[in-house]
Nanobody
Framework: QVQLVESGGGLVQAGGSLRLSCAAS????????MGWFRQAPGKEREFVTG????????NYADSVKGRFSISRDNAKKKVYLQMNSLTPEDTAVYYC???????????????WGQGTQVTVSS
């Protein structure tokens, strides 16, 4: 079965950086667009960034543009999220997700990981 497993979350001070990883199995990884979403307490899950199957096309939520960077390694079946200049507003559970077609809506993604907590202290 398809599994997406996130790692790399944790506690960091404001202004710091974290790198999240997502390891995929059970799917033809290079055929899927990948995305990162996040959900803060009391809020809906929101799109953070996405990358197409080849890595040649990316898009970002306005709130993270210039601070976050998504990348993928199809040989390793992994997608990464580099997060810089973190603020307390970035505190959330971060999820990776796989989509046949890509997009920025939850409903466009077929498979989801279990999430990893990112907490940014002020």
């Amino acid at each position: 079965q398809v599994q997406l497993v996130e790692s790399g979350g944790g506690l960091v001070q404001a202004g710091g950086s974290l790198r999240l990883s997502c390891a995929a199995s059970g799917l033809t990884f290079s055929s899927y667009a990948m995305g990162w979403f996040r959900q803060a307490p009391g809020k809906e899950r929101e799109f953070v960034t996405g990358i197409n199957w080849s890595g040649g096309n990316t898009n970002y939520a306005d709130s993270v543009k210039g601070r976050f960077s998504i990348s993928r390694d199809n040989a390793k079946k992994k997608v990464y999220l580099q997060m810089n200049s973190l603020t307390p507003e970035d505190t959330a559970v971060y999820y990776c997700a796989a989509s046949k077609w890509g997009g920025s809506y939850n409903s466009e993604y077929d498979y989801w990981g279990q999430g990893t907590q990112v907490t940014v202290s002020s």
